[in-house]
């Protein structure tokens, strides 16, 4: 088993709409998670962290935890074009691992 | 800041050939990190130094890599000799705290013909 998983996508929604993106890990003495974001030819970027179970709210974008179910997601509203990109889950175990990443499209 | 600075960009060398990979983290960084991507295995890490300490090496594949870091604003990583399954995108980071927020390089585009 991974230690972090995440559906590969493509991942395609309309303008306007939300983007559910999700991400499960394996060791249950994780206790901070990550949401990278990696344009096409780009080098990851972080856009959200979270430490505690429940969401966490920033701009369009917010981050879900829940560890009890060793499940992280992330939300984005009123999804771009401009979103389109992969998107990376990290998970500190003793060190930071990543998953493979999901690709979300945003068509006009 | 100018970030972190990786070089080259892109690098196309033959089986065998020693590859060396440079990177300056940005300054005032403890860690730095050295992580490798590709479609199939997604980024994986390779080693992390702190204070210039390598720390864990666990993700080095095989004892063709090599890593050192012999200042503050330095690292390589060194393949000898490299194979074709060493193609990938090599990333550098550096970090203030381990668990905290990620800088990366732009990356250097390996090809092993």
């Known amino acids: 088993q991974k230690e972090v998983e995440q559906n590969s996508g493509p991942l395609s929604v309309p303008e306007g709409a939300i983007a559910s993106l999700n991400c499960t890990y394996s060791?249950?003495?994780?206790?901070?998670f990550f949401w990278y974001r990696q344009y096409s030819g780009k080098s990851p970027e972080l856009i959200m962290s979270?430490?505690?179970?429940g969401d966490k709210e920033d701009g369009r974008f917010t981050a879900q935890l829940n560890k009890a179910s060793q499940y992280v997601s992330l939300l984005i509203r009123d999804s771009q074009p401009s979103d389109s990109a992969t998107y990376l889950c990290?998970?500190?175990?003793?060190?930071?691992?990543f998953g493979t990443g999901t690709r979300l499209q945003v068509f006009p | 800041d100018a970030g972190v600075i990786q070089s080259p960009r892109h690098e196309v060398t033959e089986m065998g050939q020693e590859v060396t990979l440079r990177c300056k983290p940005i300054?005032?960084?403890?860690?730095l990190f050295w992580y490798r991507q590709t479609m199939m295995r997604g980024l994986e890490l390779l080693i992390y130094?702190?204070?210039?300490?390598?720390?864990?090496d666990s993700g080095m594949p095989e004892d063709r890599f090599s890593a050192k870091m012999p200042n503050a604003s330095f690292s390589t990583l060194k393949i000898q000799p490299s194979e074709p399954r060493d193609s990938a995108v090599y990333f550098c980071?550096?970090?203030?705290?381990?668990?905290?927020?990620?800088?990366f390089g732009s990356g250097t585009q390996l090809s092993v013909l």
């Open positions: 980071a550096s970090s203030f705290l381990v668990r905290e927020k990620l800088f």
């Open positions: 060791d249950r003495g994780s206790q901070s």
């Open positions: 979270i430490y505690s179970n």
């Open positions: 990290a998970v500190d175990t003793d060190k930071l691992i």
């Open positions: 300054s005032g960084h403890d860690y």
């Open positions: 130094f702190n204070n210039n300490v390598p720390i864990d």
